[in-house]
C-alpha cells in the first residue's frame, strides 16, 4: 500500500541543511523506490526548493568557515609553538577545500532534488489558483495570518485533491515544519489549524510536523537499517550553529523591545528630543534622543531585511518564554551568567 506524501518545501530544506538528517533522507530514498511512499510535489515546491539550494550551501560554507577562523585564532592564541604552523596549515587546507568544494549538505541536496524530480511536479492550475484567491478573500488558513501565504494556500488546495481521491489502499499525507502556518493557533502544534483541520479527519489523510515520526509510523525498521540513531547522539553542537542561533535570538528579543519602544513614542508616553532638550542628568526614561531613535529605526529596517518579518513577531506568551530561555541557555554555554538577556 503506497501513500502519497506531500512534503512542503521548509521540510526539504530543512532536510538538506543538517548533516545529521542524511539518515532520513536515505530513509525516504528506499521508501520511494520500494513503492511505499509517492511522492507528490507541486511545481511550487521544486521552484521554491530551486530558488533556496544556493542559500542554503553557502550557508552552510560561511558557517563551517566561521567556525575555522575561531578555531585558528585559538591555535595563534594557545596553541604549541613548535605544531602551531602545522595545525594552522592544516586548517588553512580545510578552509580552502570548503570554499571550493562546499560541505555535505551540496550532498544532501542532490539527493533531494533527484527525489523531487523523480516525476512530473504538479502544475498550479487555473482552478488552483481561483481557489487559492478565495481562500484568501475568507481568510482561511493559511490566511489568517497578515502576510502573503500564497505558496501555502496552493499547497492546501493541491492537499485538497488529493484528500478527495484518497481511500484505504491509497491514503494521503501532508508534513510540514511551518506550524505558524498550518497548526493550531494557541494550541497543539501538531494537530492542523481549525480551518484545515477537516482535511485530517478522514483515516485516509494524516498530519505531521516531522519527517522522523512519519517515517517512524511507516517503517520503523527502515531508520534503522540507515543508523537512525545517529540523530539522536548527543554530539555536541558546533559553535557556529550556537553562534548563529544566539544572534537570531538576540536580534528577535531586541526587535520586539524595539516595537515596545515605539508603542510608547506613539502613545506619548515617551519622546523624542532634540540635543538641546535631552536630559541627561538625571536620566529621565520618558525621552529618547533624535539622533539615537533614528539609528534605532535604521536597525530596525535592517533586522527585517536580514532576518525576515516573518521571524520577528508577533509571539504568544509562550513562544516569547521560549525566545528568552532559549538566549539564556546559548549565553550561558558561551560564557555568560544565567538570565543574561541584554541586548
Request: hydrophobic share 40%; glycine share 6%; net charge negative.
Amino acid at each position: 500500500m503506497a501513500i502519497r506524501l506531500l512534503v512542503d518545501t521548509c521540510v526539504w530544506l530543512d532536510l538538506a541543511k543538517d548533516y545529521r538528517e542524511r539518515p532520513v533522507i536515505s530513509a525516504l530514498e528506499d521508501l520511494v523506490e520500494s513503492g511505499e511512499i509517492e511522492l507528490i510535489v507541486p511545481q511550487q515546491v521544486l521552484d521554491e526548493f530551486d530558488r533556496n539550494k544556493t542559500r542554503i550551501i553557502d550557508d552552510a560554507r560561511r558557517g563551517l568557515q566561521s567556525h575555522f577562523r575561531l578555531v585558528r585564532q585559538a591555535v595563534n592564541q594557545f596553541g604549541d609553538d613548535e605544531r602551531k604552523a602545522e595545525v594552522l596549515a592544516g586548517l588553512n587546507e580545510v578552509d580552502h577545500q570548503i570554499a571550493v568544494e562546499g560541505d555535505a549538505v551540496g550532498g544532501s541536496i542532490e539527493r533531494i532534488d533527484k527525489l523531487l524530480r523523480r516525476r512530473p511536479a504538479l502544475a498550479t492550475t487555473d482552478a488552483i489558483k481561483q481557489r487559492v484567491t478565495d481562500r484568501a478573500l475568507a481568510s482561511l488558513a493559511p490566511y489568517h495570518r497578515p502576510k502573503n501565504s500564497v505558496g501555502d494556500a496552493i499547497l492546501v488546495e493541491i492537499y485538497i485533491d488529493l484528500v478527495s481521491n484518497a481511500t484505504d489502499d491509497e491514503p494521503c499525507a501532508f508534513i510540514t515544519h511551518n506550524t505558524k502556518d498550518f497548526s493550531e493557533t494557541h494550541g497543539d502544534l501538531r494537530r492542523p489549524h481549525q480551518d484545515l483541520a477537516y482535511l485530517f479527519e478522514v483515516p485516509q489523510s494524516s498530519y505531521r510536523t516531522s519527517m522522523v515520526e512519519f517515517l517512524k509510523e511507516r517503517n520503523p525498521d527502515v531508520l534503522g537499517e540507515h543508523d537512525f540513531e545517529f540523530n539522536y547522539s548527543q554530539e555536541a553542537r558546533r559553535l557556529a550553529e550556537i553562534l548563529d542561533n544566539e544572534n537570531l535570538l538576540f536580534r528577535q528579543v531586541w526587535y520586539n523591545r524595539h516595537w515596545n519602544l515605539r508603542s510608547r513614542i506613539e502613545d506619548g508616553s515617551v519622546k523624542v528630543v532634540p540635543e538641546a532638550e535631552y536630559s541627561r542628568g538625571p536620566y529621565r526614561s520618558d525621552q529618547i534622543l533624535d539622533s539615537i531613535w533614528a539609528g534605532a529605526l535604521a536597525a530596525a529596517k535592517r533586522t527585517e531585511d536580514e532576518v525576515g518579518i516573518d521571524k520577528l513577531g508577533p509571539w504568544t506568551d509562550f513562544e516569547w518564554g521560549m525566545i528568552n530561555g532559549k538566549l539564556s541557555a546559548l549565553r550561558w554555554v558561551l560564557g555568560d551568567e544565567w538570565d543574561m538577556l541584554d541586548t
